[in-house]
């Protein structure tokens, strides 16, 4: 096999870092799509159950089509090991309950994906895991909260749908004091727009649902850390639970990642045209982008990242009233729940995504009636400008 030259840039590792080939000599990546995997002999089956030969087994425990994906997210994340999921929320589960146990702390930012909310404010608890919320822009509220010896740190940022932005390395510093792993949600991010490892994080999830598939086709999740902690922590919860991701799906992701600088410097320079735009929109009160300087934490979102990044919020001064016009009017950008796409997509969180976690909650967060997340796609700005504008005078 010929080696890759080192060092290579992230746009290159995205199109051919972890790539194996077969004797067939391959362009693309194989698809090996099998559940099991046959062995000469008995005895070479012997020896791969005693771990003296290196031999795939069965596609719960490992693939190749999953082990290349997971070579070129570890790759491109700069990450010593890689394992991927069947979705963003069982990576998000198996990196946070894998080495917890009963009487373990948890510290979370508030502001965190709906579904990884409950798993640390409701199904943690259940099993006599004590979990605390912060406010992630908060670092008072963070020191106070790491005062005391914890496990884990949990926390996503920009975060959905506000976009307020966690210091990471403040954070990492914190926690790493009182003995905690620090786990970071980069999905808004994307890997090429902040590296959490690099900051101090420990471990970074992802759902490949989002940016990594990008095209709206397949579910996908991934874990990334230190070889020590996957290998021992992650790998026999990971083997012995189920939560693998479909081969075919991992040879969907790998080819999503071929095309994520493309898709991800196209979209965010789409959302950072459509941001100003809403900002000049009369209709519009706020509007929040990351990098922008109208973002309260943008001198922190420039330090810690290469973009703004897909999302651009914005509230809407006519509140539910004129959101749900607003949406309804809109030709082009069609309302859906899910981000990252290369389809340009609309939700009202208010009353979808963050629906379930009640109105105390929302409002703590800056979740009000007029809100709109707007997931910038890759279409042409000026269709999207129009599309918007159409229904913004709509909305009024
Ligand atoms: C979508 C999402 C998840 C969950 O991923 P799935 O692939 O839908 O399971 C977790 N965190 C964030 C920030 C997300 O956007």
Redesign the pocket.
Known sequence: MTELPSPLRPATRLVHAGQTRTEFGETAEALFLTSGFVYASAEDAEATFQGKLAHYQYSRFGNPTVAMLEERLAAIEGAEACRATA??????HAALIAGLRAGDRVVASRA??G??HWIVSTLLPRFGIESVFVDGADLGQWRDALAKPTKLVLL?TPS?PMLEIVDLAAIAALAHQVGALVVV?N??ATPLLQQPLALGADIV?Y????HIDGQGRA???AVLGRRTWVEEVLQPFLRNTGPALSPFNAWLLLKGLETLSLRATAACANAENLAEFLARAPAVARVWYPTRDDHPQAALARAQMSGGGTIVTFALRGGKRAAFAFLNALRLIRISNN??DTKSLVTHPATTTHYRIGAEERARLGITDGVVRLSVGIEDAADLKADLAEALAASA
């Open positions: 979705s963003g929320m069982a990576a998000v965190l994906f579904s990884c996503e959905n949600d999905v808004f999830v759902s490949c649902t989002k579910l996908g999740g981000l990252g």
